[in-house]
């Protein structure tokens, strides 16, 4: 991305043939030349975009998503070790909602083929409010996501699928499994919760 293709010379100063100093502050994901080719040298660039937006907060320019939308397919040509390294960035971002750019793209359809029937837009636009409010934490952000993966879905198909540790999968699962517990105040009461929960994940 033109943003990630300055150098630094002593002599010359900032050496930026990409006008990405520009692209900086005007707030702008897009690729160095042609996109097609930049997503064509390693697919997982176009997860990186959309990653990059959600730390960044910057927008992505329309060349470079009409690209991703038309390379989409190739994304499962790439791992899901290097895959889950890249929306556990986004989805831990200060813009999770970014992550509507994979249902845009139609990258959803290639990372989660068994969600994107699940999703509609007011399930998306209601997922990606969900992921704003939420606090800054691994297994709640996962778990908030996987509760649109509803239907005959098996929630530890999604995460062992992204080769998530087996912490990570239980926890979600919990919470998952007593998210509309109804808590009370009543001392006798919440010990027994905990107690059916667990300790911390409480």
Not at 38 to 67: I, K, N, Q, W, Y
Request: glycine share 4%; proline share 2%.
């Amino acid at each position: 991305f033109t943003i990630n293709a300055m150098a630094y010379n002593e002599e010359h100063g900032v050496v930026d043939c990409f006008n990405g100093i520009d692209d900086l502050k005007n707030g702008v994901i897009k690729c160095v030349g042609n996109a097609e080719e930049r997503f064509t040298e390693d697919a997982l660039r176009m997860l990186r975009a959309v990653r990059f937006s959600g730390v960044l907060g910057f927008s992505v320019c329309e060349d470079t998503l009409a690209a991703i939308k038309l390379l989409a397919p190739t994304i499962s040509k790439i791992s899901r070790e290097r895959i889950q390294v890249e929306l556990e960035k986004l989805i831990m971002s200060s813009h999770p909602d970014r992550i509507n750019f994979l249902y845009d793209t139609e990258l959803m359809n290639f990372i989660f083929p068994e969600m994107v029937p699940m999703i509609n837009d007011y399930s998306r636009s209601l997922l990606a409010d969900k992921l704003n409010e939420a606090p800054y934490d691994h297994y709640i952000r996962w778990a908030l996501f996987i509760t649109f993966a509803n239907g005959n879905i098996n929630e530890y198909d999604i995460l062992r699928s992204l080769k998530f540790d087996n912490a990570t999968i239980k926890i979600c699962n919990q919470l998952l499994k007593y998210k509309d517990e109804v808590l009370s105040l009543n001392q006798s009461d919440l010990r027994h919760i905990i107690v059916k929960i667990g300790k911390d994940i409480f």
